[in-house]
């Protein structure tokens, strides 16, 4: 049943328009008494098609469900800025696996380095991206991409956080096993990973310092657009979301 998202939604009526009332009467063909499905804060909204015009399409909702696909734990991936288009690859992977949202982050050793002007301009380009890869995955939700934001933004970002967590490529760090203890059900858990050149010893240690937990993944290095996918399976599995 094709997926559509709103940002509020009515358990009465549901009104889209824009690209999304184009596509269904347009590109899908869909009319009248056809279904489909509205996902707005988590929940699915199970709608028939009452009425559709040029710019817009009515529905009514027949039943509201919670979303299946979306995981008990809300995780945060503070991703260094890798080279190239990498981070198109990290965010689609990401938001596949049951991120709730993607932030940005300057280090030492990110050999890109984007101004915050930049960045903003592709941004919007970016969240594309989180949106089709929601769509496809059934995701009930579409994950935020953030703003750039440097090492030390991130600290002070992440103080809401119930648990932080980083990967960390040196021996002596803990398993995600050790790491997550048994996170209770809406547990807000951010991790950060570093970019090719992994993180600075110094920003390591601050970074463990202000409570991060430090993840080693074992001897063999992943490149930087594997690590997050990996530690993103782990964590889900480890919780029970996949």
Not at 63 to 70: D, L, N
Request: hydrophobic fraction near 40%; aromatic fraction near 6%.
């Amino acid at each position: 049943m094709p997926r559509f998202f709103a940002q509020q939604a009515d358990p009465d009526q549901i009104v889209l328009t824009g690209e999304d009332a184009r596509h269904i009467g347009y590109s899908l063909r869909m009319r009248p008494g056809e279904m489909l499905i509205v996902c707005s804060g988590g929940l699915d909204y199970h709608c028939e098609i009452t009425k559709i015009t040029e710019s817009e399409v009515f529905l009514h909702p027949v039943r509201i469900v919670p979303c299946a696909s979306e995981p008990d734990i809300f995780v945060t991936l503070y991703q260094a800025i890798p080279k190239q288009d990498k981070l198109a690859e990290i965010i689609q992977k990401s938001v596949e696996l049951g991120v709730f949202r993607i932030v940005p982050v300057l280090t030492s050793r990110c050999v890109s380095r984007p101004s915050q002007a930049d960045f903003e301009k592709k941004r919007q380009r970016l969240q594309k991206i989180a949106l089709s890869a929601a769509k496809q995955s059934g995701r009930g939700i579409i994950p935020e991409v953030g703003s750039l934001l440097t090492w030390k933004d991130m600290l002070r970002d992440c103080e809401t956080q119930d648990l932080n967590l980083m990967l960390y490529e040196q021996p002596g760090g803990m398993s995600f096993r050790d790491a997550l203890g048994h996170p209770a059900s809406g547990a807000r858990i951010s991790l950060f990973v570093g970019s090719e050149g992994g993180i600075s010893p110094e920003e390591s240690e601050a970074v463990i310092s202000a409570g991060f937990r430090p993840i080693w993944l074992g001897s063999r290095i992943l490149r930087c657009e594997t690590a997050p996918t990996a530690a993103l399976s782990i964590l889900m599995h480890l919780t029970g979301n996949m």
